[in-house]
């Protein structure tokens, strides 16, 4: 069993930044692909990105490509979400996600933690 808490969410102007982390228990942390999912009101959920056990591979969604980047420290247990140039577009709830069982996060992964808010101003 993991547990995911996010932490870093927020209101920030477009063209900003922000990191969000989000820490998972349990000792085995590095057995998981972690990544980030979001969901805007009235949309379904969306891949934002993926990083794999080791933290060697990363995949992003196109709409954050080139903007936003995932990493993850085994050490702590804690995954990262650096999001630079943001848009009111990307305004959303933020989901935290790990699987057992693939390489790359999904709907149908495992685990998920409660969300996190970031709200972009124009």
């Known amino acids: 069993q993991v547990q995911l808490v996010e932490s870093g969410g927020g209101l920030v102007q477009a063209g900003g930044s922000l990191r969000l982390s989000c820490a998972a228990s349990g000792r085995r942390f590095s057995t998981y692909a972690m990544g980030w999912f979001r969901q805007a009101p009235g949309k379904e959920r969306e891949f934002v990105a993926s990083v794999s056990r080791s933290g060697g591979t990363t995949y992003y969604g196109d709409s954050v490509k080139g903007r936003f980047t995932i990493s993850r420290d085994n050490a702590k247990n804690t995954v990262y979400l650096q999001m630079n140039s943001l848009k009111p577009d990307d305004t959303a709830v933020y989901y935290c996600?790990?699987?057992?069982?693939?390489?790359?996060?999904?709907?149908?992964?495992?685990?998920w933690g409660q969300g996190t808010q970031v709200t972009v101003s124009s």
């Open positions: 996600a790990a699987d057992s069982t693939n390489r790359v996060i999904s709907r149908e992964s495992n685990y």
